[in-house]
């Protein structure tokens, strides 16, 4: 529960436990006018999106300041958002998953981060690992791998960087030799988000020449001889869930366990990514959401030299600004989804449009929120800080900002 919510001036967590911004039912004007996330919504993107916001409010809120202090990994929670489709948002129904859409995802991640930013952006790379293979595995795969990701019975890790490959992620070095009917798999990869907890591991390593095209995928199971962990770092935000290096010593994985062709791997990561950058905007959409509201509620409470603080003409500007960034970000990442959605050719640079300025709109935001609360905003009994510290991590993974940019411009003069 998070310390004196009710009792200190400008924390005001009782209305985000409530789920004010949460999209109001119809015939009800909504609660946060024209900030409201569900604008622009059909009704059943309306009432998914509406059960997203109840299951932050009541299950992550009360929670996420422990689970940031006490670097908790809430597995009982997640399983419960796992039994209402949120494991497996766009994995096929016929190996358990929701079969829904790049939209609906970005709605509930968007919501779920509302409640615990850092708790749903692991969730979104689970889900992305779950898409992987059931985008690209055979039906074996599929019936074997998908079924508990999508109840979370067991979690998934994402394995692509590695210590000496963070943004060129194509010269990797993690080597799988073929012997027999197994890859020995030799090398390490770092920041993996849930290394150490999750079950399934996501691998890209070089079964073949250097560059891309001698990159493929397996599936690493824990428990495998050969596999283990580095300790588990120390992060700035991002506490909900373990961040550990994954190595590889004389790791034999069954040939089985290879998703897709050999040379295939890189291929599939960035089919992962796409979705995946679009995933952890819409996590700092929600962080910037939440800050927003909070410091609705803090203008109106908050009183300097005899004046609520929401009189003052420049905090209201301050104000405007951040909710016209929100909306920005929004529709820029809705966007890039039904792009993603369709397949269309525009679609990865919209995706990494989408990243690049929502999650460096989003983090202005909450660092904005925090500024505007004043001192009371670096304190830990108030959740504004804990936004800005969670969402300050999406502007360097899943692809940095820098290679976002690289990107686009790519796009724009190859076209």
């Given at each position: 529960m998070l310390r004196g919510c009710c009792h200190r001036v400008g924390a005001r967590l009782c209305g985000l436990r409530r789920g004010l911004w949460a999209p109001a039912k119809s015939g009800r004007r909504g609660v946060v006018s024209?900030?409201?996330?569900?604008?622009?919504?059909?009704?059943?993107?309306?009432?998914?999106?509406?059960?997203?916001?109840?299951?932050?409010?009541?299950?992550?809120?009360?929670?996420?300041?422990?689970?940031?202090?006490?670097?908790?990994?809430?597995?009982?929670?997640?399983?419960?958002?796992?039994?209402?489709?949120?494991?497996?948002?766009?994995?096929?129904?016929?190996?358990?998953?929701?079969?829904?859409?790049?939209?609906?995802?970005?709605?509930?991640?968007?919501?779920?981060?509302?409640?615990?930013?850092?708790?749903?952006?692991?969730?979104?790379?689970?889900?992305?690992?779950?898409?992987?293979?059931?985008?690209?595995?055979?039906?074996?795969?599929?019936?074997?791998?998908?079924?508990?990701?999508?109840?979370?019975?067991?979690?998934?890790?994402?394995?692509?960087?590695?210590?000496?490959?963070?943004?060129?992620?194509?010269?990797?070095?993690?080597?799988?030799?073929?012997?027999?009917?197994?890859?020995?798999?030799?090398?390490?990869?770092?920041?993996?988000?849930?290394?150490?907890?999750?079950?399934?591991?996501?691998?890209?390593?070089?079964?073949?020449?250097?560059?891309?095209?001698?990159?493929?995928?397996?599936?690493?199971?824990?428990?495998?001889?050969?596999?283990?962990?580095?300790?588990?770092?120390?992060?700035?935000?991002?506490?909900?869930?373990?961040?550990?290096?994954?190595?590889?010593?004389?790791?034999?994985?069954?040939?089985?366990?290879?998703?897709?062709?050999?040379?295939?791997?890189?291929?599939?990561a960035m089919r992962g990514l796409n979705g995946g950058r679009i995933n952890v905007a819409s996590c700092s959409l929600g962080a910037a959401h939440a800050s927003v509201i909070l410091t609705l509620d803090h203008l109106k409470v908050r009183k300097q030299f005899g004046k609520p603080l929401a009189s003052n003409q420049y905090l209201q500007f301050k104000l405007a600004d951040m909710a016209a960034r929100l909306v920005a970000s929004r529709l820029m990442i809705r966007n890039a989804a039904v792009a993603l959605q369709e397949e269309r050719e525009d679609a990865v640079a919209l995706c990494s449009m989408a990243k690049l300025f929502a999650t460096d709109e989003c983090f202005e935001i909450c660092n904005q929120a925090l500024q505007m609360h004043g001192g009371y905003g670096y304190l830990k009994d108030y959740a504004v800080q804990q936004y800005v510290r969670d969402s300050r991590v999406h502007q360097i993974l899943e692809g940095s900002n820098e290679v976002m940019r690289m990107l686009i411009s790519r796009s724009l003069l190859q076209g």
């Open positions: 024209c900030i409201d996330p569900s604008a622009g919504l059909n009704e059943e993107q309306k009432e998914l999106q509406r059960m997203a916001f109840k299951f932050a409010a009541k299950e992550m809120v009360p929670n996420m300041a422990e689970w940031d202090e006490k670097e908790v990994f809430p597995v009982d929670i997640m399983r419960k958002a796992a039994q209402l489709g949120f494991a497996g948002v766009y994995v096929q129904t016929d190996v358990g998953g929701s079969g829904l859409s790049r939209l609906d995802a970005s709605l509930i991640f968007e919501a779920l981060a509302t409640g615990c930013t850092s708790t749903t952006a692991y969730m979104s790379i689970h889900n992305m690992c779950a898409w992987m293979i059931d985008a690209f595995g055979n039906e074996e795969q599929r019936h074997r791998f998908c079924p508990p990701l999508c109840t979370m019975e067991k979690f998934a890790a994402y394995c692509l960087t590695e210590p000496g490959s963070g943004s060129d992620a194509a010269s990797l070095l993690t080597s799988a030799k073929q012997r027999g009917r197994h890859y020995i798999l030799n090398g390490s990869k770092a920041f993996i988000s849930a290394g150490g907890e999750a079950d399934i591991y996501v691998v890209m390593c070089r079964t073949g020449e250097p560059g891309p095209k001698g990159i493929s995928c397996v599936v690493v199971e824990k428990g495998t001889p050969g596999l283990s962990f580095g300790r588990k770092e120390k992060k700035m935000g991002w506490n909900s869930h373990p961040t550990r290096a994954v190595i590889f010593e004389d790791c034999a994985v069954p040939v089985a366990n290879r998703i897709g062709d050999e040379g295939q791997g890189f291929l599939i």
